[in-house]
């Protein structure tokens, strides 16, 4: 059978002292001798005892966790950021703890976490925040940010400048001498999709060439092949010389759908997505894409989360980062 866990009680019997001295001296008490300060550092680990991080929350009033919300993991955007998350997060000395990943309402997972785990606060990248969450945040002290939405509520926020990527991939396109776009869009209400799909539709109207065909790729590699396979069924009078896809992932289901039709991508219909996910990058693909500055999002994130963990009265802000347009064989001019 295997031993108990060490607990304070116990290593305070090992020292011979009352566990109140045990508390003290682990903390740095100077009322503690250094000599006794170090006989029970000294037995703790032989006894291998460690503080638990709620004892330590209680002590100290935060929890040392930062509650995260993203969205569905099989988009690989979200993987990325989540691990971006997990990194910066750990250098910071606190906890990651995924409240929510993939679509749905959010209201009763995230207000059952905030309440049970007491986060100390929120990055969410997901969806708009929910008002019976803000009510949630604001009545337990819980700051959020979110990070690649701007929220209608309230809220800090950290996104990449939407529109004028899509702008650039718009002007790109022409460079090309593609003149008749298609636009993949999205019918999600995401911040995100609205200021790609606005950004790039205004651009191209003041251009003069407006794009001739609007398709839902519901955000996602399956809404992205279908809207290919749409655009694919279409007579070459009719068909599009370019597409925009408003994310990557779309991107790769409308490149996988024109190629299996026989359509020679870059050559007779460039396609272009945003994000700049790696696997853009891989000859399968090689998307021209809008690269989202992940890193530094996610930095700029923890720390106006952190200053508003310390100071609740601090303003809202929201912080946009360009991202970096990379062109690739799949927007190719014209022949």
């Known amino acids: 059978m295997s031993e108990r866990r060490a607990t304070i009680v ?21 009322r503690i001798s250094p000599e006794t300060r170090a006989r029970i550092a000294r037995v703790a680990s032989e006894l291998g005892y460690t503080p638990y991080a709620s004892a330590r929350a209680l002590a100290s009033g935060q929890s040392g966790l930062i509650g995260v919300v993203v969205g569905p993991i099989t988009n690989p955007f979200y993987t990325q950021l989540l691990y971006e998350a997990v990194r910066q997060i750990g250098e910071r000395g606190m906890r990651l703890l995924v409240i929510h990943a993939g679509p749905g309402p959010l209201e ?9 785990y007491q986060v100390d606060g929120c990055l969410i990248s997901s969806v708009d925040l929910p008002s019976h969450v803000g009510a949630v945040c604001a009545a337990n002290a819980v700051p959020v940010v979110m990070v690649n939405r701007v929220a209608q509520a309230d809220t800090c926020a950290v996104v990449c400048d939407n529109e004028f990527g899509s702008v650039q991939l718009g002007e790109l396109l022409l460079r090309r001498g593609r003149r008749r776009t298609a636009l993949v869009r999205t019918s999600t209400p995401s911040s995100t999709a609205r200021e790609r799909d606005a950004g790039f539709t205004t651009f ?3 251009a003069g060439h407006p794009p001739v065909l609007r398709l839902d790729g519901q955000s996602c590699y399956e809404g992205g092949f279908a809207a290919g396979q749409k655009i694919a069924a279409l007579t070459t009078a009719e068909r599009p010389d370019s597409v925009y896809a408003v994310s990557d992932i779309m991107a790769y289901g409308v490149l996988d759908a024109l190629r299996l039709a026989g359509i020679a991508v870059g050559r007779d219909i460039a ?9 853009s990058a891989r000859p399968i693909y090689n998307l021209t894409t809008v690269e989202q500055p992940i890193g530094p999002m996610i930095s700029r994130a923890l720390d106006l989360l952190q200053a508003r963990m310390r100071d609740r009265t601090l303003p809202d802000e929201t912080i946009s980062l360009r991202g970096r347009l990379i062109e690739r064989g799949s927007s190719r001019s014209i022949p």
């Open 204 to 206: 191209m109207q003041a």
């Open 108 to 116: 009763n997972s995230m207000a059952d976490a905030l309440l049970q």
């Open 10 to 30: 116990t290593v305070a019997e090992a020292a011979g002292v009352a566990p109140s001295t045990i508390s003290r001296a682990l903390k740095g008490d100077k």
């Open 271 to 279: 396609v272009v997505g945003f994000d700049g996910l790696p696997q």
